[in-house]
T-cell receptor, first 112, second 113 residues
Framework: QKEVEQDPGPLSVPEGAIVSLNCTYSNSAFQYFMWYRQYSRKGPELLMYTYSSGNKEDGRFTAQVDKSSKYISLFIRDSQPSDSATYLCAMTLATNYDKVIFGPGTSLSVIP | NAGVMQNPRHLVRRRGQEARLRCSPMKGHSHVYWYRQLPEEGLKFMVYLQKENIIDESGMPKERFSAEFPKEGPSILRIQQVVRGDSAAYFC???????????FGPGTRLTVT
């Protein structure tokens, strides 16, 4: 079983839709959870991060962590064509946060 | 320049040649991480370095790959005697060491012919 799993997509939605992106993980010791966005042929950029369980909102983006289910989500409201990218979930331990484990990424296309 | 820099952006090598990839950290960052990304796969950790020290190289192939981060100058990922399977995008990320937040460079796309 891989440490972090993510549906690779591709996911295609119309502009304005609500997008839900998800990851599952196997190591219950992960404490920091992140979402990165990667545009084609670019480096990943950090979008959001959360510590332990709960929700965090930033504009149109909401990150959700359910540690009991080992499941994290990223919601995008009012999706825009500029949101078209690959979204990578990532996580790390509280004791060794230098080693970040990435999911394989979900490719998202928002159609105008 | 506020960001992480990588060069070259594209590198073509023939089988058996050496590839050298460079990464200049963001200002104030002293921790460097190298990752490899293959199509349809996620980022795979290769090595973590601080100035003049390799901290964790658990993701590095045992042969042909090496990395350094000298006291002066950029971090270098070196691949000797490249093979076609080394073709990938190589990203470096840097951090200040007091946070899990890593900032990525634009990547070097290596093609082995």
């Amino acid at each position: 079983q891989k440490e972090v799993e993510q549906d690779p997509g591709p996911l295609s939605v119309p502009e304005g839709a609500i997008v839900s992106l998800n990851c599952t993980y196997s190591n219950s010791a992960f404490q920091y959870f992140m979402w990165y966005r990667q545009y084609s042929r670019k480096g990943p950029e950090l979008l959001m991060y959360t510590y332990s369980s709960g929700n965090k909102e930033d504009g149109r983006f909401t990150a959700q962590v359910d540690k009991s289910s080992k499941y994290i989500s990223l919601f995008i409201r009012d999706s825009q064509p500029s949101d078209s990218a690959t979204y990578l979930c990532a996580m790390t331990l509280a004791t060794n946060y230098d080693k970040v484990i990435f999911g394989p990424g979900t490719s998202l296309s928002v159609i105008p | 320049n506020a960001g992480v820099m990588q060069n070259p952006r594209h590198l073509v090598r023939r089988r058996g040649q050496e590839a050298r990839l460079r990464c200049s950290p963001m200002k104030g960052h002293s921790h460097v991480y190298w990752y490899r990304q293959l199509p349809e796969e996620g980022l795979k950790f290769m090595v973590y370095l601080q100035k003049e020290n390799i901290i964790d190289e658990s993701g590095m192939p045992k042969e042909r790959f090496s990395a350094e981060f000298p006291k002066e100058g950029p971090s270098i990922l070196r691949i000797q005697q490249v093979v076609r399977g080394d073709s990938a995008a190589y990203f470096c990320a840097t951090s200040g060491g007091d946070s899990y937040e890593q900032y990525f460079g634009p990547g070097t796309r290596l093609t082995v012919t």
